[in-house]
C-alpha cells in the first residue's frame, strides 16, 4: 500500500515551453503533497507543499509562478514548469502524506526533466 | 531553523562488513527522525523511522538506527552489508509538533553514497 507514481518518468522540452508533472497516489487519499527538487549528487530541497483544495505554500527562493502546483484532488497534484530554461533541469521528486499521518511521507520515482 | 548533517559523503566497504551511516540534527523540539535510500534515477524508500518510544529501531532490509537524545544523532547500523545495498542513504528530520505551514515538512541531509567492493 501507499503507493505514489509520476508522469512523466522524464522529459525533455525546448527552452521556453512549459512542463507538466503529475503525482498521484495510487491507493490512498494525499491530504498533503510535497513537491522537492534534486540537483544532480544533491540532496533534495523543498519547492512547495500542497494541501487539498488550496493554494500551496512555496518554500523561500521558489518563484511561484514558475512552478505553478495545483492539488485540484485528494490523489492528484501537479507541478507545472513555466517558460523552461536549461537551468531549470533538475530531478523533481513529489511526496504525499495522509490525513493524520501527516509526519510519513510516501515519495515517487521522481521526473527527470531537462531542457534543451 | 531545524537542520540535519551527514558528516560521511562517500563510504566503501567489502561485502559482509558491518557498516554505520552517521547523521546529526539540529532541532529544538522532540524530532521525528527518517532513514530513506535512493537507487540511482529513483525516488526515495523509508528504511526506518523513529517518532518515539525504544530509541533502537529496526527497519527493512537488516537495517537498524539508534536515536541517542545527548548526541543529536540517529545514526544507521548495518551488520552485514550485501552488493544491493550499495545506493544514496538520507537521514531527515520531521516536525513532532508540526502545524500550519510547517505541516509535515521534512529536511534532509547531504545524503552518503554507499559503494560495496565484492
Known amino acids: 500500500g501507499a503507493v505514489v507514481s509520476q508522469h512523466p518518468s522524464r522529459v525533455i522540452c525546448k527552452s521556453g515551453t512549459s512542463v507538466k508533472i503529475e503525482c498521484r497516489s495510487l491507493d490512498f487519499q494525499a491530504t498533503t503533497m510535497f513537491w522537492y527538487r534534486q540537483f544532480p549528487k544533491q540532496s533534495l530541497m523543498l519547492m512547495a507543499t500542497?494541501?487539498?483544495?488550496?493554494?500551496?505554500?512555496?518554500e523561500q527562493g521558489v518563484e511561484k509562478d514558475k512552478f505553478l502546483i495545483n492539488h485540484a484532488s485528494l490523489t492528484l497534484s501537479t507541478l507545472t514548469v513555466t517558460s523552461a530554461h536549461p537551468e531549470d533541469s533538475s530531478f523533481y521528486i513529489c511526496?504525499?502524506?495522509?490525513?493524520?499521518?501527516?509526519?510519513?511521507?510516501?515519495f515517487g520515482p521522481g521526473t527527470r526533466l531537462t531542457v534543451l | 531553523a531545524q537542520s540535519v548533517t551527514q558528516p560521511d559523503i562517500h563510504i566503501t566497504v567489502s561485502e559482509g562488513a558491518s557498516l554505520e551511516l552517521r547523521c546529526n540534527y539540529s532541532y529544538g523540539a522532540t524530532p521525528y527522525l527518517f532513514w530513506y535510500v535512493q537507487s540511482p534515477g529513483q525516488g526515495l524508500q523509508l528504511l526506518l523511522k523513529y517518532f518515539s518510544g525504544d530509541t533502537l529501531v529496526q527497519g527493512i532490509k537488516g537495517f537498524e538506527a539508534e536515536f541517542k537524545r545527548s548526541q543529536s544523532s540517529f545514526n544507521l547500523r548495518k551488520p552485514s552489508v550485501h552488493w544491493s545495498d550499495a545506493a544514496e542513504y538520507f537521514c531527515a528530520v520531521g516536525d513532532a509538533n508540526a502545524g500550519g505551514t510547517s505541516y509535515g515538512k521534512l529536511t534532509f541531509g547531504q545524503g552518503t553514497i554507499l559503494t560495496v567492493h565484492p
Open positions: 511526496s504525499a502524506s495522509r490525513a493524520g499521518h501527516y509526519n510519513e511521507q510516501f
Open positions: 500542497s494541501n487539498e483544495g488550496s493554494k500551496a505554500t512555496y
